[in-house]
């Protein structure tokens, strides 16, 4: 089983930038696939970006496409979210996850183990 521990959410202005982070346990990271997701008060959660286990893959929404960021520390046990170019609409609670399955696009792994969420807020 893995645990995920996220880190690095909090408030910024729009246009400006946050790296979220996410510690895993365990021996073996590089086997699992990792994303990030999000969600909004009343809304569905929604897929943001994600990273194969070696780091050789990444996907990003179109949404988040050229101001996101996903990446990999394998050494360290460590995803990254880096985001650049903040919008209001980018506001909501963001997730990471690890994948026990991650064959074919990002969006479509078995997700099977989620951090505890952390709040980021981008104001006008």
């Known amino acids: 089983q893995v645990q995920l521990v996220q880190s690095g959410g909090g408030v910024v202005q729009a246009g400006g930038s946050l790296r979220l982070s996410c510690v895993a346990s365990?021996?073996?990271?590089?086997?699992?696939?990792t994303g990030w997701f999000r969600q909004a008060p009343g809304k569905e959660r929604e897929f943001v970006a994600a990273?194969?286990?070696?780091?050789?893959?990444?996907y990003h929404a179109d949404s988040v496409k050229g101001r996101f960021t996903i990446s990999r520390d394998n050494a360290k046990n460590t995803v990254y979210l880096q985001m650049n170019a903040l919008k209001p609409e980018d506001t909501a609670v963001y997730y990471c996850a690890a994948a026990s399955f991650s064959s074919g696009w990002g969006m479509n792994w078995e997700y099977d183990y989620w951090g505890q969420g952390t709040q980021v807020t981008v104001s006008s």
């Open positions: 990273i194969t286990g070696s780091g050789g893959r990444l």
């Open positions: 365990g021996r073996t990271f590089s086997r699992y696939g």
